[in-house]
């Protein structure tokens, strides 16, 4: 598959900018031709991820309960309701948003229709961005590696929790933007935040897995009897697979390339050639 680039950097440099949370972007238009990275480490990200590295078949991301609902009744068996309210299964949905029960006897060949607090949210944002990508820590490398090929300006949207900074996510956010940069840091023009997220990874990348346990959404997962899906979400680079976004649908970028049902746009990644 091929992935769509733009080139729209200032003074010949790839800009990186990050938002802190979702609630930063008021509308979907500003993230309107961007290319856009959508971390929620704890969970939505890696849950998505591990579905996906286990064979289902796509993921639908919905506004709410009652859009998902309305999904999963019209996909004539075919789809698995998920998601979580608080951290805890939606009642009358088939999985949550624990990574461990996205196992492949459980979502194999399955359509996953998702609603969660704040992941779906993020994602909905960039539904008009040219690259959307998710990203956790369990697919980082495969995520750098991406964006170095595009070579072109990105955002990295941090879900958040409850509309305000989280810890785990800005670190993972961080972790992109030192491995994107890395061997040729002044090729990037840099936000502050970005920047700032990027400092902060260095104060916790030896020990990814403590620092959810420290983050006020890991200690809330622990006291609700989530602790495994802790060490599920330290993984670096469990899954190496590069989730996309195209017309509402989540897909690795392999799968996207062999549907045939699919007409996509022959989309260039090739060098930055200046500004549009």
């Known amino acids: 598959m091929e992935i769509i680039g733009r080139n729209s950097g200032q003074k ?16 979907e238009l500003e993230l309107k031709d961007k290319n856009v990275i959508i971390i929620d480490v704890l969970r939505t990200s890696t849950t998505m991820i591990t579905g996906l590295a286990n064979g289902a078949k796509e993921i639908i991301p919905t506004e709410s309960i009652a859009a998902a609902g309305l999904i999963g009744r019209n996909s004539e068996g075919q789809a698995l309701l998920c998601g979580e309210r608080n951290g805890k299964i939606i009642e009358g949905f088939n999985l949550g948003n624990s990574v461990k029960e996205y196992k492949e006897e459980n979502v194999k060949n399955k359509i996953l229709v998702f609603n969660s607090t704040n992941g779906t949210v993020a994602i909905l944002k960039a539904k008009f961005s040219r690259n959307c990508v998710i990203a956790s820590f369990t697919n980082i490398s495969r995520v750098a590696q991406f964006l170095k090929e595009l070579n072109q300006d990105f955002i990295i949207c941090c879900a958040g929790r409850e509309g305000r900074f989280s810890l785990e996510d800005t670190v993972c956010g961080g972790m992109l933007v030192y491995l994107v940069r890395s061997g040729n840091p002044n ?6 935040s970005a920047t700032g997220a990027e400092k902060l990874y260095t104060v916790y990348r030896k020990d990814l897995k403590k620092m959810l346990h420290i983050s006020e959404h890991g200690k809330y997962l622990v006291s609700i009897g989530f602790s495994d899906d802790l060490e599920e979400c330290a993984k670096v680079d469990a899954c190496n697979i590069l989730p996309v976004m195209r017309n509402g649908i989540i897909k690795t970028t392999e799968a996207f390339a062999s549907d045939p049902k699919l007409t996509l746009k022959k989309i260039s990644q090739g060098k930055r050639t200046g500004s549009e």
């Open 187 to 192: 090729s990037y023009s840099v936000s502050d």
């Open 12 to 27: 010949g440099k790839i800009n990186i900018d990050l938002y802190f949370s979702h609630t930063s972007i008021d509308s």
